[in-house]
């Protein structure tokens, strides 16, 4: 079709990923989290040929808004990239393992409230289709929604609520938000029209007060 970018063959795109194993000119970034296996850092432009590989895939982005599609080529992530690090303040990050910080295996994000939700922010992530099925991504979750409670701030204004919107059909994801300890506060009806096909949202939520007896209780059980 004419306008659709092409997806790069795989062997291309291990090719891209192995140059970006070289040695780096742009330092790894900081942890904001740390996990018994997992990081969740700050964007740089080397991770562009990872991300690329790894959200280059119709499952990745089947329950993802069209921002995000497929196919995802490397220039749409170096695109993504650089509007973040080049950002006001850093809402988006990149998970990698323990044992290979340098190569992205997925991401996540904080979409803050305005107004009166201020005090608010949707949370979203991915993960690579190669590192599904390892409790990867309720790992992540944990940490990321620890590091949005205690750290996140803007101009003095904190987060006391987070909120994840999943489309129907994204079963894993919601057992995600469960085993996180989300609250399943509703669902919106044909809320979401991708590719001719309409789905529900479902809306998962946690206060801070929540959380902190969440911790509370895990820390007491120990």
């Known amino acids: 079709m004419a306008g659709q970018p092409t997806p790069a063959h795989p062997a291309t795109m291990e090719a891209q ?64 990239i650089n509007m973040n690090i080049t950002a006001p303040h850093q809402n988006n990050f990149v998970i990698c393992e323990r044992s290979s910080p340098e190569t992205v295996i ?37 940490a990321f929604t620890k590091w949005t409670f205690e750290s996140w701030e803007n ?26 300890g989300y609250a399943r506060e509703g669902v919106m009806k044909d809320h979401v029209e991708k590719h001719g096909e309409m789905m529900d949202m479902h809306i998962f939520g946690m206060t801070k007060p929540v959380w902190e007896k969440r911790m509370n209780k895990a820390f007491n059980n120990h």
């Not at 740089?44 to 089947?62: F, Q, W």
């Not at 996540?108 to 991504?137: I, M, N």
């Open 17 to 80: 990923l192995q140059a970006s194993n070289r040695p780096e000119n742009t330092p790894i970034p900081q942890p904001i989290a740390i996990t018994s296996r997992l990081i969740i850092r700050p964007m740089r432009i080397e991770d562009a040929p990872s991300t690329a590989l790894n959200a280059n895939d119709p499952l990745v982005t089947k329950y993802m808004s069209l921002a995000f599609g497929y196919p995802y080529t490397l220039a749409h992530a170096k695109t993504w």
């Open 106 to 142: 997925g991401g996540c994000g904080l979409k803050p409230g305005a107004d009166v939700s201020a005090h608010t922010a949707e949370v979203g992530f991915w993960v690579g289709q190669a590192y599904w099925g390892r409790g990867y991504t309720t790992e992540m979750l944990e």
């Open 155 to 180: 101009d003095g204004q904190r987060i006391r609520r987070v909120l994840g919107c999943v489309f129907s059909g994204n079963v894993a994801s919601m057992r995600c938000f469960d085993k996180c």
